[in-house]
């Protein structure tokens, strides 16, 4: 706020203030001499040459793509499609793991935390469930949506494809609530380092959304013209 | 069945009545190509140059520097790659937050040879101009800032950024796609060269747009063919959209001072609303300078459910937007708007964004407050500690960590 000199508001009569004119906002000021933060035309100047503005670390305080911050903008929108084998947390993985192409995404061997309501809420192949995954394997931030594959009844177990949301906005779904994920199972269609079962793995779910690396065992391999399916279980973020 | 609230403008807006009449004879009766020279076409040509003057008067331009085009995102493709067609290479400098319009379009010409550099943001959402200062280059041909920002509604400091490019001899372009009609933009009063705008942002129709090029700046076509508009935009005229651009500008020009003073009291309505009613809640982008509708929220310590909250939303009746997605098609793209405003990638996945348009009412906001909490709830947190969701602020974080 300016606290020295009268006060000239632009005569924009913009409405941005939340008043119609400005004379209407001058008005109020004596009362409310807060409210001269709500004219942009003037906080301009204020917001953007004054040291108490919130900084961001990284950003404006650093030169221009100075290379100090792990995250500069132009380096956070070329990581799609990189092969530079780096999480978006600067960690290394192995391998990226990629859907199965006929399936609509990541598929998930997942356990509700009450297996009960799979029979419960008589989940069938082709339904759309939102949950989200906790626990001591891969507990993530991200509630999940997904499209179920496999039902187990007696276990409680559910294979599901994860998806995007548009689904159960389209056609309702059912929530899961907590669950843990159990095992992934996909495509390996490249590597930096050799494959075998029995082996742990730091791997990077193609479409994690955040991109985080994740470590699995390799408990089933097999190789086709289009990479090496495998399954990994005893999952863990990080 | 309870009507629906929109809140979702920022996406798109509904056709107002009055442009849907404005375009009705365009769509059957007076349906001539502007450029024939027989009656019909005449009659298309004064409809086209009506609005022409219309979309002009709501910049303060003449309208020989208004061009149409058939969106707001091929303006931008026609401003960047024009000027540079034009200038014949050289330095862009943008900003990490703009629409990809402009973003993917500097990638395209960086595989052409052309260096970009990306301006960051600070924790309010803006474009510092003293960034704008430090990435100027004597080469420098271009410079490309939004108006206002389409997930956080910041309004950049486009005067003070359009003069430094001009001191410095670079052009200066801006997105207005989500600011035009809602904020006054006098190019008499801005040094900007180009701005590009969108019907369907301000209650006109989908699939028509305008770029303003200020006399005696030179770009070069991207389209190619009849030589329409000015030989800049070849193709026949929309001109049923064109129209309705015309009078979706002649209707806000009329209406922006009363109705960017209702919305932001909307608006406050809305923010007070919700954080006395989730504690959680804060917002994302500066308070104050930011687009009369326009609410980028965030819910500490439930930001990974936001797609829950939106799913709850939608059942009730609400129309709002996530940027969270835990999706195929979005799973390896956290909000890079707020990513580059410093928010961790899970935030950077949480906002709800809430945009108020020409026909939402009080009554619609009162309903929206009402069901808001009650969705609200239905989110799982991250973490069971109430410090994990007590609305801790970016930058507060390290407490989080301390001792109860």
């Known amino acids: ?81 990189t092969q530079q084998w780096l999480d978006s947390l600067g960690r290394e993985f192995d391998f990226y793991l990629e859907h199965f192409p006929e399936d609509p995404g990541p598929r998930e061997i997942i356990l509700p935390h009450n297996p009960m309501i799979t029979r419960e809420m008589k989940l069938r192949k082709g339904e759309i469930l939102i949950g989200r995954p906790l626990g001591m394997s891969c507990g993530c931030p991200i509630t999940h949506c997904g499209v179920v594959m496999e ?49 742990r793995y730091f791997f990077q779910p193609r479409m994690c959304m955040l991109q985080w690396r994740h470590s699995g065992l390799v408990n089933y391999m097999n190789r086709t013209k289009e990479g090496v399916q495998v399954r990994l279980e005893g999952l863990w973020i990080g | 069945m309870a009507k629906r609230i929109y809140l979702d403008h920022a996406a798109t807006t509904p056709l107002d009545p009055r442009v849907r009449r404005a375009m009705e004879p365009f769509l059957a009766a007076t349906f001539g190509n502007p450029s024939s020279l027989h009656r019909e076409g005449r009659e298309a040509r004064h409809a086209v140059e009506n609005a022409r003057g219309e979309v002009a008067r709501l910049l303060g331009a003449e309208p020989s520097e208004i061009l149409f085009t058939g969106n707001g995102s091929e303006a931008d493709n026609l401003a960047l790659l024009g000027a540079l ?72 400091p486009v005067a003070e950024l359009a003069q430094l490019a001009k001191e410095h001899g670079a052009l200066f372009h801006t997105d207005a796609v989500q600011a035009f009609g809602k904020i ?46 000015r030989g800049l935009r070849s193709a026949t ?36 609303g919700v954080t006395s009613a989730i504690p959680n809640v804060y917002i994302i982008g500066h308070p104050y300078r930011r687009l009369p509708g326009h609410l980028c929220l965030g819910f500490a310590g439930q930001e990974g459910e936001s797609i829950t909250l939106l799913l709850a939303l939608d059942e009730a009746g609400v129309a709002v937007s996530s ?81 109860d």
């Open chain 2, 237 to 272: 005229e929309n001109v049923a959209g064109i129209v309705g651009l015309g009078e979706a500008c002649r209707l806000a020009g009329e209406e922006m001072s009363s109705e960017a003073a209702r919305l932001v009291g909307l608006r406050e309505q809305i923010l007070n």
């Open chain 2, 184 to 229: 006054p933009m006098e190019v008499g009063k801005i040094p900007v060269d180009l701005i590009s705008v969108s019907a369907h942002k301000l209650h006109g129709p989908k699939g028509v747009g305008a770029l303003y090029v200020r006399k005696g700046v030179e770009i070069l076509p991207i389209v190619h063919g009849g030589g329409q508009e």
């Open chain 2, 85 to 156: 067609g034009a200038a014949n290479g050289g330095h862009v400098i943008t900003s990490a937050i703009e629409h990809p319009a402009v973003l993917e379009t500097c990638r395209h010409m960086e595989r052409f040879g052309t260096e970009v550099t990306h301006l960051p943001a600070n924790a309010d959402g803006l474009v510092e101009p003293r960034s704008l200062v430090a990435a100027i280059r004597p080469t420098t041909r271009l410079v490309s800032v939004m108006a206002a920002n389409n997930v956080t509604g910041v309004l950049q």
């Open chain 1, 1 to 81: 706020m300016r606290e020295t000199g009268p006060i000239e508001l632009p005569g924009l009569d913009c409405g941005l203030c939340g008043y119609k004119t400005c004379a209407e906002l001058l008005e109020r000021l004596p009362q409310k001499p807060d409210l001269i933060k709500r004219c942009i035309h003037l906080s301009e100047e204020a917001v953007l040459g004054q040291e108490s503005t919130p900084k961001l670390a990284g950003a404006a305080q650093v030169p221009v793509e100075c290379g100090a911050c792990a995250l500069r903008p132009s380096e956070t929108l070329r990581m799609k499609g």
């Open chain 2, 323 to 403: 940027g969270s997605a835990c999706s195929a098609s979005h799973a390896d793209k956290p909000s890079y708007v707020l990513q580059a405003m410093g928010l961790d990638p899970i935030r950077a996945r949480g906002s709800l964004r809430v945009t108020l348009g020409r026909f939402n009412t009080e009554e619609d906001v009162g309903r929206f407050l009402e069901i808001l909490p009650r969705a609200a709830a239905k989110m799982r947190p991250v973490a069971t500690h109430p410090a994990f969701s007590a609305g801790l602020k970016e930058g507060e974080g390290d407490e989080r960590n301390g001792p």
């Open chain 1, 151 to 199: 039902v187990d009844e007696r276990t409680g177990v559910i294979v599901w494809c994860v998806t995007g949301p548009l689904g159960p906005r389209q056609l309702g779904y059912k929530d899961l609530g907590y669950y843990v994920a159990e095992g992934y199972e996909g495509l390996v269609r490249e590597s930096r380092r050799e494959l075998g079962i029995g082996m």
